[in-house]
């Protein structure tokens, strides 16, 4: 397993870590995800990410639950906040308030005393941008987390973040985690460039699109019983035009001659960009854990890299 710093933070953490989006705490056997996290963790993975908002705080309890049973300082522990957690006007966003109030309920829930990284899950135009940050340095300041990110922020939304932060002298981002896959590349244009400027690390989550970018969905064919396409909960984001499917598949030659699966070649094609700190992978058997984890070790050559770009011309978007 190789590990990076985290955007230039002193942390460093896994370039493959674990998630629960859709999956732990929802469409995952508790005990099943108990036993994706351990192996995880036996594999060197050591950065686990979930959040308040999966499944109104059941993704937190089953991980905070599957990582009692290894020491606090031997893993980073991510976890975000934003959206809505109740039906009242305060129940959502970035305000102090629900900031405060949703850190607390994190922390019981992982059955933890602090947060390694607590991120803001969105952007909220409603909240004066120095009141999340203050809430934020805050929380620093009381040890109740480590460092604070955020994602899905434009590049507008991180530059405001770093000037406030700077002109108030409160703590910074180190993070930010959007989407990124061979099939989206948005954050390349903009994103990545501010955050390379001021020392904030992409932590990516669906670095294989939801399971397309592993090959197993193939052109014309109805996505298999068990498969992530065939389960209406979790599908739901799911591009599956015959085009882009058709582009995958023809990965498999490029993968074959390196000699490991589509799926660890889209993986290396992300850690490709030192700015990418972590690539967060989602788990529902072991076996995708191993499998991709090995994706750590690949490293690509600029020749393999344009012939991916070639593959895929006419089906990836900035």
């Not at 192996?39 to 109104?56: E, H, K, P």
């Not at 598949?249 to 699966?261: H, P, R």
Request: glycine share 8%; charged share 25%.
């Amino acid at each position: 397993m190789e590990y990076r710093h985290l955007g230039r933070a002193g942390v460093k953490v896994s370039t493959i870590s674990l998630g629960s989006w859709l999956t732990f705490g929802n469409a995952v056997e508790e005990q099943t995800s108990i036993d994706c996290i351990h192996r995880a963790y036996d594999l060197g993975i050591n950065f686990f990410d979930t959040a308040n908002g999966y499944n109104r705080g059941e993704a937190e309890k089953v991980v905070g639950r599957a990582l009692k049973d290894y020491r606090r300082d031997s893993y980073v522990l991510a976890t975000k906040v934003f959206f809505p957690m109740g039906d009242g006007p305060n129940d959502r966003g970035l305000s102090r308030k629900h900031i405060m109030e949703q850190a607390h309920a994190s922390l019981k829930r992982l059955g933890t005393d602090y947060i390694d990284l607590y991120q803001c899950h969105r952007y909220d135009p409603e909240t004066p941008i120095d009141e999340v940050l203050r809430a934020l340095d805050d929380l620093v300041t009381q040890g109740k987390i480590l460092y604070a990110g955020v994602s899905e922020w434009t590049a507008a939304n991180i530059a405001d973040a770093v000037h406030t932060a700077r002109e108030l002298n409160l703590d910074k981002i180190v993070s930010n985690q959007p989407i990124y896959n061979m099939l989206n590349r948005y954050i390349e244009s903009e994103v990545m460039p501010i955050c390379e400027r001021e020392g904030i690390g992409q932590v990516v989550f669906s670095p294989l699109e939801q399971g397309i970018l592993t090959g197993k969905y193939k052109p014309g064919q109805q996505a298999a019983t068990g498969t992530r396409a065939a389960d209406s909960k979790l599908n739901m984001f799911m591009d599956m035009n015959e085009k882009t499917l058709t582009a995958v598949q023809n990965l498999q030659k490029i993968a074959d001659e390196g000699g490991y699966k589509v799926s660890q070649l889209a993986l290396a094609w992300v850690l490709r960009k030192p700015n990418v700190s972590s690539a967060i992978i989602g788990a529902t058997k072991i076996a995708q854990v191993e499998e991709n984890v090995k994706a750590a070790d690949i490293k690509l050559s600029d020749d393999v890299l344009q012939r991916i770009d070639e593959t895929l011309e006419g089906v990836y978007h900035y």
